[in-house]
């Protein structure tokens, strides 16, 4: 790199830290992009693949390809995963070695939040990348395919047990998706698959769908989940998962062999080395108007992983 520059490294390339290297001034820093994948994708549409309705290419494109259109080229890609910062050094700690910077730019994004539930990180389905929408899809596929040819009801209702834990946007359109499948598609394509023996159920622990949206958002999704034969309990919370058996917070238990987590998100964690820095809130990083990390040098933050908090938005 030109050591005349400021050497500027991106963590994540989701939809900040991609614009934000598509934008600024190539001719003034040295820009390295950092991300665990070689592609972009588009997660608002991570439940349409996980619905087989399209295709993953569709959402998706190479970060090299990207990087070399409007004179971008000049931008660094390396295909890692951020381990730590060293900030005593200036340096990010990848899984293949070290990168070194003057400022950096973390643009994580957030990730699933099991609410100290580390466990359910295994035994659930979850949908934060492609690779993570493309196992859903694969597995609902092939459920319907094995209960098609079960002869016993019960293995078969057991088999198409379907349930969604968390009633934000993510579970609306991933329980939506899937009732979608009940509805229209199920007669056509498994026409030896009784209607009644597939069941789909959506679980949120507060009153209403869609809770940080107006009243008439969250009535309009109740509504049409219904007419797509979801089932929907709300005030509900899922406290444990084990043995394919669901225990919820009144006692009640359910036997499914699909859960779908979308109960929530995090900041990604990401180590700080030569500090007692800890990430805030939510694991986001709380910053200043300018996005500069509080109680960090030259490291700013982006995105869904930035905290800004104001008098106006606290």
């Not at 899984?95 to 730019?105: A, E, R, T």
């Not at 009243?215 to 084990?242: F, N, P």
Request: net charge neutral; hydrophobic share 35%; glycine share 8%.
């Amino acid at each position: 790199m030109n050591s005349s520059k400021t050497r500027i490294v991106v963590l994540g390339g989701g939809f900040a830290g991609l614009n934000f290297v598509k934008h600024i001034d190539k001719d003034k820093f040295d820009i390295t992009l950092v991300d665990r994948h070689n592609h972009h994708s588009f997660p608002p549409l991570f439940y349409q693949v996980a619905s087989s309705e399209i295709d993953p290419s569709s959402i998706s494109f190479p970060f090299r390809r990207e990087l070399v259109k409007k004179a971008s080229g000049r931008v660094k890609f390396h295909m890692e995963s951020a381990r730590s910062v060293d900030v005593s050094r200036h340096c990010v700690i990848t899984d293949h070695g070290s990168i070194p910077y003057d400022k950096l730019v973390i643009a994580f994004g957030t990730t699933n939040n099991f609410f100290g539930n580390d466990a359910l990180k295994d035994e659930v389905y979850t949908l934060k990348s492609n690779d993570q929408a493309i196992r859903i899809r694969n597995e609902i596929l092939y459920r319907c395919e094995r209960a098609s040819i079960e002869p016993d009801r019960e293995k078969r209702r057991r088999m198409l047990t379907f349930v969604v834990i968390g009633g934000g946007p993510a579970g609306v359109e991933m329980a939506g998706a899937i009732g979608e499948l009940k509805r229209y598609i199920l007669r056509r394509d498994y026409p030896d698959i009784p209607l009644e023996d597939m069941t789909v159920s959506l679980y949120e622990g507060r009153d209403k769908l869609l809770a940080s949206m107006s009243a008439e958002s969250s009535e309009t999704a109740l509504k049409d989940l219904k007419s797509l034969l979801v089932d929907i309990h709300l005030g509900r919370q899922m406290k444990s998962y084990a043995d394919n058996l669901l225990t919820f917070d009144d006692g009640s238990t359910l036997y499914s062999e699909m859960v779908i987590w979308t109960a929530g998100v995090t900041g990604r964690p990401l180590e700080f080395e030569g500090t007692d820095f800890r990430q805030g809130r939510g694991g986001r990083f709380p910053t200043d108007r300018f996005c500069r990390v509080t109680g960090l040098d030259d490291i700013f933050a982006i995105g869904d992983v930035n905290l800004m908090t104001t008098e106006e938005y606290p």
